[in-house]
């Protein structure tokens, strides 16, 4: 028998199956609030289940019908300023995920996998190394928030902001980060502002024209790093499926279709993409987009033998994209001491477990 999760489901889904099932459509209401709005891992602790809805619970979890996505945390490491904190999540198949928790300036922030793995094999990335496993389901998306609020909540904390740059390409399972999201900005749910989730892409041109079309309320992100397509077909071959020129027309009628700003993540590696002649290229490549470019220091990882650029490198790489008109940020190396990037803590574990 196929097992389905009870966190896959919408609202709208959960009482269409409710109502299916012969109970009533304000069960639906008492079980998305035990399980979206109190992020119960247990559902059955809740004493506000009516009896017909407790009795199908019970019945359906125990035949194997319906399962909930509950995903035990098979490690956890927290950044020595105490601000970042990462988490390894198994999957009922085994498989690991990583989930990133983020506190700075009291603005909570959880970054979020959508696959295991990811197929898109960006050369400096851990994930990429580590190749694709499989797509997550609606609700493995869905119950990493619930982690990282219930993480938060003991320390008092609310969640408020997401970012979709885990493990993993969302735009490569699209449907099941849309359904997710759809589940985390319920207001009667986990209530996620949809205006506080980025969805982070390296260059998906389908998808990228597929979210302009349904006008979906997320802030996008793209990995661009290069400017040409020898360059950045070297260190993300994804371009060369979706060329810069491909990508670049995507955006523009991103811009134009939603009105919305795209944020440009710049991956800043030593001697590769971050001289002030690269800095020019973008400017230039960028003109006319509405815009904003955000550069990132690299980590290191084991696959891969780029460093991350020097800061006056950084600096002025920073400058020279102010001076062209276009707001630009460098993310700080926060958190580094926890492996902070994407994939790194779960390519640590097993390179430690491999250790002789
Ligand atoms: N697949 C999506 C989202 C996950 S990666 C994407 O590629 O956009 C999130 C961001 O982390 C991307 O901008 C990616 O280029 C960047 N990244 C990956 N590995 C990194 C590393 N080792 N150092 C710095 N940034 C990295
Ligand atoms: Fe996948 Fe993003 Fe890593 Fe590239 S950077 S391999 S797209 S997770």
């Not at 017909?52 to 619970?57: F, G, H, K, N, S």
């Not at 909570?108 to 580590?130: L, P, R």
């Not at 902001?161 to 009667?188: K, Q």
């Not at 290069?226 to 027309?249: C, F, G, H, K, Y």
Request: one cysteine or more; aromatic letters at 6%; a positive charge.
């Amino acid at each position: 028998m196929n097992t389905h999760s009870l966190h896959d489901l919408t609202f709208d889904q959960m009482k269409a199956l409710l109502v299916s099932e012969g109970l009533r459509p304000l069960h639906a209401k008492t079980l998305w609030n035990a399980l979206q709005y109190h992020s119960l891992t247990d559902p059955l602790s809740c004493i506000e289940l009516a009896p017909p809805l407790r009795r199908w619970l019970e019945g359906s979890v125990k035949s194997g019908m319906w399962k909930l996505d509950v995903l035990p945390v098979s490690s956890d490491v927290r950044s020595n300023d105490g601000l970042t904190q990462k988490s390894l999540l198994k999957l009922a198949d085994n498989q690991e995920i990583e989930t990133v928790i983020m506190g700075y300036n009291n603005r909570h922030t959880a970054c979020i996998s959508t696959q295991a793995g990811c197929a898109m094999g960006c050369v400096f990335c851990a994930t990429g190394q580590m190749g694709f496993s499989r797509h997550l389901r609606p609700g493995e998306i869905v119950a990493q928030v619930h982690h990282a609020k219930r993480v938060l909540a003991e320390q008092q904390k609310r969640l408020r902001n997401l970012v979709f740059m885990g493990m993993g390409e969302p735009l490569h399972n699209y449907d099941a980060v849309m359904t997710a999201l759809d589940i985390i900005t319920h207001t009667s749910g986990i209530n996620i502002g949809p205006s506080k989730v980025s969805i982070s892409t390296v260059g998906v041109v389908p998808g990228i024209l597929r979210l302009a079309k349904e006008k979906r309320p997320y802030n996008l992100a793209v990995s661009l790093h290069a400017t040409t397509d020898e360059e950045r077909s070297a260190i993300v071959p994804a371009n060369q499926r979706w060329p810069l020129s491909d990508l670049l027309a995507a955006c523009r009628h991103y811009n134009a279709q939603t009105g919305r700003r795209i944020f440009f993540a710049w991956t800043m590696i030593h001697g590769v993409n971050d001289t002030p002649d690269h800095a020019k290229r973008v400017a230039e490549l960028l003109r006319g987009l509405d815009a904003h470019l955000n550069l990132i220091p690299l980590n290191r990882t084991t696959g891969y033998e780029g460093i991350e650029s020097a800061e006056e490198a950084a600096n002025e790489f920073h400058q020279l994209i102010q001076d062209a008109g276009y707001p630009c940020t460098i993310r700080q190396r926060r958190g580094i001491d926890v492996a902070a990037g994407c994939g790194q803590l779960r390519a640590e574990k097993k390179s430690r477990r491999q250790a002789p």
